[in-house]
Each structure stands twice: as C-alpha cells, then as structure tokens.
C-alpha cells in the first residue's frame, strides 16, 4: 500500500489494483446532495461552453480519460462518507483514470477530504 498526497493535502490510499473507487467525505446530508455537488461544477462548465445542458449531455461530459459524468456512480456508505465509482464495466477506473478523477474533484473542491482505494 502506498499513500499519494496532493497539493492540498488530500490523502490518495493506493494499492496494486486494476479497478480503484473514490472514498469521499463532506457535509451532505445525504447521496442527492453529494451527487448535486459532484455534478454541478461540470454542468456550470458545460453551459459556459455549449450554452445550455440536457440530461443526455451527462454522457458527453468527461471528468477523466475515457470517462463520462453519467458514468459515476455515488453511493453513502457511512454519514458524510461517499463513494464513487464507475458503471462502465467496459473501462473501469484504473489506477491513472481515478488519479485524474481524483485531482479534478480536488480542483472543483466539492468534498473534503478524498481517498482512492482498491475496489472491492
């Protein structure tokens, strides 16, 4: 297991895997909150570029190499404790793929505090 720390101090858990899902902690209520949070930065960023937004477009969002927004999935395991991951069985969040996933949730900031593990 090895530990990759980011600029602003965000702990990335790493082990030798193929698939890998995001562990994120932040204050919301509930699964529709994070999710809203999750979303809406890259749905701002979309309308600034393309003018408006449908629920289709979701697909056509990349939040990672290969890797759509309406491909993450967002579960609560735990009180303010998320997890992310990806219903793609055909491109799975590999270890590069959750690395950017990871670095652009940090930009956006939307959780605070953000873990890559090994899926299950």
Not at 30 to 55: C, S
Not at 76 to 98: V, Y
Not at 99 to 112: K, Q, R, T, W
Request: hydrophobic share 40%; net charge negative; glycine share 4%.
């Amino acid at each position: 297991m090895w530990k990759f720390v980011a600029k602003n101090c965000k702990t990335y858990i790493m082990n030798k895997s193929d698939e890998f899902t995001i562990i994120a902690y932040g204050k919301y209520a509930n699964v529709d909150e994070a999710k809203n949070a999750l979303q809406t930065p890259f749905i701002e960023d979309y309308v600034d570029m393309h003018g408006q937004f449908r629920q289709h477009n979701l697909e056509h969002i990349r939040v990672a190499k290969g890797v759509s927004l309406g491909e993450l999935q967002i579960e609560e395991i735990a009180a303010e404790t998320f997890e992310i991951s990806c219903h793609n069985s055909h491109l799975p969040l590999n270890r590069t793929r959750i690395e950017e996933l990871a670095e652009v949730l940090e930009i956006y900031d939307m959780f605070d505090e953000i873990e890559i593990k090994e899926k299950d």
